[in-house]
């Protein structure tokens, strides 16, 4: 294995930083359910990195724990190589860590521009009083931030729709509109929580194509929870496998889909 | 073809981003601001203006507080007149202390004491949403109209326990009192409705009125992309009761002049805001103008069609008014949720193919 703090180049001629979010034997329970029992893995920086498991196997909860929804019982988050204390959902947004969910969760009585500007609130920062007179510094963060927003909508194609209400799309863009709004933020660790659920076949090589992208162009870190294999093996670096709330494998995708335990949980064991 | 945007092309994301960005709208309402300046108060007399245009431009005002709060905050509020008593109240008590102080700065401070007020009573909005959040703001409303009723140093130990405005006036304009000019007082309302509107449009259309109805729309999602749902409701709160509080000063006054407060500030008048925001449009600050013009003009309407044309006895008009606003406030729920305001959104895009829809 590699050295947390190596880098290292990968097949396809892309760099894989160190190591960047580092989860340390976390368990998560829910009154006597435990849905996360010790579990280690790192995230490196600049890959993508993906956490595959059959269902109720306890991906979203490490998801909710990366982003502060469910603070686990045991266990450390290591970020930046400090160790992060319990902290609040828009907290952690703070620190450069956004995410998408599995049913969509965007504004709907806003426009799809304004759900992309929702994305940079992290980085606006002028008071009440200046924004009230809006002239002067309020505009000019506006504009400055909406560049930022121009050049998301831009990346993911959806410009002729920015001005429509989000509630009259359809789901596919839906599904890119929140990637959009996730992406504006401009994360350290972006975080897809099935990005492709509900797609068909040609919807699916579109968000894989921007998932790539994404990581190709902004550098962006990304952990995805994903159902479909062939996208799995096909887009990510490395792969945790989960069931049950154990963590079941670890490693290249090539490994993952020759490991006993990992072929074991998906196609069954026979009991004989 | 009566609404045009053809041709107005927006080149930067500044002008994009203004308040009105089609040239036509704009235009529009330049000409209502000129009107409403330097016409209507050389026409102005008495009537027009106890009757009609300065309940009107104090309405507005509480209506945009309010709309700010329930329409984009999502945060239902059933405290209006309460905090439009804090308003009235601490206006009286800076005209009386501080006599040689500008009606301005009485109004403004007004609502500055009532924007703490509505942070202390919007505390509970963080554990509670949608019907106990309103439970909540309704012991709001019914505590303070006691405490102004019970606490005698509130209207200065008056023997009538009713708090009455002393002459006061702004850069040697009188503006309170029995002997003021129409122009005057309905200029000053004027000045302090179009700031409100201002000020309202330019937080909503900014980064605050994004958190805001990001809390309203969907308040998890919400706080994952970095909103504070503390700061971001207490803030609507502040916003919110700082115009409601200015309401509640010119309310006391300019138009009325005198006030008991159980009975101009009670539960009816918190009713009667949230009705202008509903049927006038929640989220939209025009909404809110229509709104509060809809609710000033029906009982005047109702009264000079009724009693003075057809003859009806009072107390019959009266009553029909009341059925009136019910029934409307029941169509528009559930024929249009987003009041006048979405009519008139409707009716621009209608009005843009006219007469070839196809």
């Not at chain 2, 330019?202 to 909103?227: F, H, P, Q, Y």
Request: hydrophobic content about 50%.
């Amino acid at each position: 294995m590699k050295d947390q703090a190596d880098s290292y180049q990968t097949a396809d001629g892309r760099t894989i930083g160190p190591v960047v979010m580092e989860m340390r034997n976390i368990t998560l329970r829910f009154g006597g359910v435990e849905a996360i029992k010790d579990i280690s893995f790192d995230i490196r920086e600049g890959e993508i990195r993906a956490i595959i498991g059959p269902n109720g196997a306890g991906k979203s909860s490490m998801l909710n724990v990366i982003s502060g929804f469910y603070v686990p019982q045991e266990g450390e988050v290591w970020y930046k190589g400090a160790r992060r204390p319990p902290m609040k959902p828009f907290e952690v947004a703070e620190q450069g860590i956004a995410r998408t969910f599995q049913n969509i969760a965007l504004f709907e009585g806003m426009s799809v521009l304004d759900n992309v500007m929702t994305g940079r609130l992290t980085h606006m920062k002028t008071g009440l009083f200046s924004q009230s007179l809006w002239k002067g510094k309020a505009e000019r963060e506006e504009v400055a931030n909406r560049e930022v927003a121009e050049k998301i909508i831009d990346f993911l194609e959806i410009q002729a729709i920015r001005k429509t209400p989000v509630a009259r799309l359809p789901y596919g863009l839906k599904k890119r509109v929140e990637l959009a709004r996730a992406l504006a933020a401009e994360p350290t660790i972006l975080l897809l929580d099935e990005p492709m659920a509900g797609m068909n076949v040609e919807e699916k090589e579109d968000m894989s194509r921007f998932i790539l992208d994404v990581n190709d162009e902004f550098g962006t870190t990304i952990a995805l929870i994903e159902h479909d294999m062939g996208v799995v093996m096909d887009l990510s670096d490395r792969v945790v496998v989960m069931d049950y709330g154990r963590k079941i494998g670890d490693g290249t995708p090539q490994d993952v889909r020759n490991n006993q335990e990992v072929i074991d949980a998906y196609l069954g064991v026979a009991h004989d | 073809m009566f609404y045009r945007e053809a041709g107005d092309f927006s080149t930067t994301y500044a002008e994009d981003q203004q308040t009105f960005p089609i040239k036509f709208d704009r235009y529009r309402y330049y000409v209502v601001l000129f009107i409403a300046i330097f016409v209507i108060p050389f026409i102005i007399n008495d009537y027009w203006a106890n009757s009609l245009l300065v309940p009107f431009l104090i309405y507005a005002i509480a209506a945009i507080g309010l709309n700010i709060l329930v329409g984009y905050c999502g945060q239902v509020s059933l405290g209006t007149g309460g905090f439009m008593a804090v308003g009235a109240y601490s206006c009286y008590k800076f005209m009386t202390a501080f006599p040689d102080l500008s009606m301005f700065v009485s109004v403004l401070l007004a609502g500055v004491v009532t924007a703490a007020v509505g942070v202390l009573f919007g505390l509970p909005s963080l554990r509670i949403k949608g019907f106990y959040l309103a439970v909540a703001t309704l012991a709001a409303q019914f505590f303070l109209v006691w405490l102004f009723n019970r606490v005698p140093w509130f209207y200065n130990y008056s023997a009538s326990g009713q708090i009455s405005a002393p002459e006061r006036d702004t850069f040697g304009i009188l503006i309170t009192g029995p002997n003021t000019e129409a122009w005057a007082t309905y200029l000053f309302c004027l000045i302090f409705t179009v700031g409100s509107a201002l000020v309202a449009r330019n937080l909503t259309r900014g980064s605050v009125g994004r958190k805001w109805m990001a809390i309203r729309d969907m308040d998890i999602a919400a706080e994952i992309i970095g909103v504070n749902p503390l700061r971001a409701k207490l803030t609507a709160f502040a916003v919110s009761s700082f115009f409601i509080g200015i309401a509640g000063a010119l309310f006391f006054s300019i138009y009325l002049g005198a006030v008991e407060v159980g009975e101009v500030f009670g539960i009816q008048k918190s009713f009667l805001v949230l009705f202008m925001i509903i049927i006038g449009g929640l989220g939209s600050i025009f909404g809110s103008f229509a709104g509060a013009a809809f609710l000033v003009l029906l009982p005047v309407a109702l009264k000079v069609v009724g009693v003075d044309w057809l003859g009806w006895p009072t107390d019959i008009v009266a009553h029909l008014q009341l059925v009136i606003v019910g029934g409307l406030i029941i169509i528009f729920l559930i024929a249009e949720p987003h009041g006048i305001a979405q009519l008139w959104r409707v009716a621009k895009e209608k009005l843009r193919l006219w007469p070839f829809p196809h």
